[in-house]
């Protein structure tokens, strides 16, 4: 008997993954590569002359590792894979310490929809198959702005209901200093999956989901940037020596089953996120 595809490891997430071709948008200071091809995500990004996320050839070419990319359907892990909708168990293929992480979209090639000198979108049609039943379609934009970066990201349920969170990750090189205040956290388990009821803030370093809805920054060799989107829940991972990634999502981890949201047919969740950057660190 053939293997059922849904209870197979579909993508190692710490495979390597090259960029494809880059497509460059540019405005004033700011310069951004998007690698369509490579989950869709931002390769890089540069302002004033300095790269600020760990690129694909920073020696770390891991699918989850480097870059800024969309996570959709989902964020973060996925508990075994596996959640209840409707009455219904669904099991997702695994795909990092057997458990299903960060959604579909940051491993297969998006295809871009326009493209021009400070803008560009983007767009993905989900499956509907063993890696995820419900179909669905994802898109994003992508626009440069003086000191600006405006990502957009936005999926639409199908002709059936699904579950749908929203983010992105950010492989930021590492600050000089993380401003960051969040008002309560999620505990992990053991397996390192955020569970309820939230707690007060421990002090890193962290690799965990947090609800802040104050001044998110980084300050890095005089310039800092700030961080802001339409959602409180920010995942901060903090813990390597050479990055630190500070995630916008619209979920917990594990959402499908600690804080669901079901999209109805035709429905569209949609997540906004700005860097914006400023001369000195402060």
């Known amino acids: 008997m053939a293997a059922d595809p849904r209870h197979a ?5 710490l495979a390597p993954m090259p960029a494809g071709p880059l497509h460059w948008l540019r405005a004033g200071r700011l310069e951004v590569a998007l690698a369509p091809e490579a989950g ?21 070419p891991a699918t989850i590792a480097w870059g800024c990319y969309p996570m959709v359907p989902w964020v973060g892990r996925i508990r075994a894979g596996r959640f209840d ?12 310490g057997g458990h299903a992480i960060h959604g579909i979209g940051f491993s297969r090639p998006w295809r871009i929809d ?16 063993g890696y995820w ?3 669905g379609t994802t898109t994003q934009s992508v626009r440069v702005a003086g000191d600006r970066l405006h990502l957009d990201l936005a999926v ?37 999956i955020a569970t309820l009821p939230c707690v007060v803030p421990v002090a890193g370093p962290w690799d965990d989901c947090f609800v802040a809805e104050g001044e998110i920054a980084l300050a890095r060799d005089g310039q800092r940037l700030d961080l802001r989107a339409d959602t409180d ?22 959402a499908f089953s600690l804080a669901p ?7 569209q969740h949609r997540l906004s996120f700005e860097l914006a950057w400023r001369t000195g660190g402060e």
């Not at 909708?85 to 990092?96: E, I, K, Q, S, W």
């Not at 326009?114 to 198959?129: G, I």
């Not at 829940?233 to 619209?250: I, K, L, R, S």
Request: proline letters at 11%.
């Open 85 to 96: 909708l409707d009455g219904r168990t669904h099991a997702l293929p695994v795909n990092f």
């Open 133 to 135: 039943p419900f179909g």
């Open 114 to 129: 326009t493209l021009e000198t400070d803008h560009a979108t983007l767009s993905l049609a989900l499956p509907r198959d």
């Open 9 to 13: 490891a579909w993508d190692d997430a």
């Open 156 to 192: 639409q349920a199908d002709d059936q209901a699904m579950p749908a969170v929203l983010g992105w990750h950010p492989w930021f090189r590492k600050p000089d200093r993380l401003i960051f205040a969040p008002s309560a956290m999620y505990p992990r388990d053991s397996e390192g």
């Open 233 to 254: 829940h920010w995942v901060v991972y903090d813990a390597a020596a050479h990055t630190t990634c500070v995630e916008p999502q619209t979920g917990p981890p594990d």
């Open 40 to 60: 869709g995500r931002i390769a890089q990004i540069r302002h004033d002359g300095m790269d600020w996320l760990i690129g694909p050839d920073d020696g770390w």
């Open 261 to 267: 949201r079901v999209l109805q047919p035709g429905q």
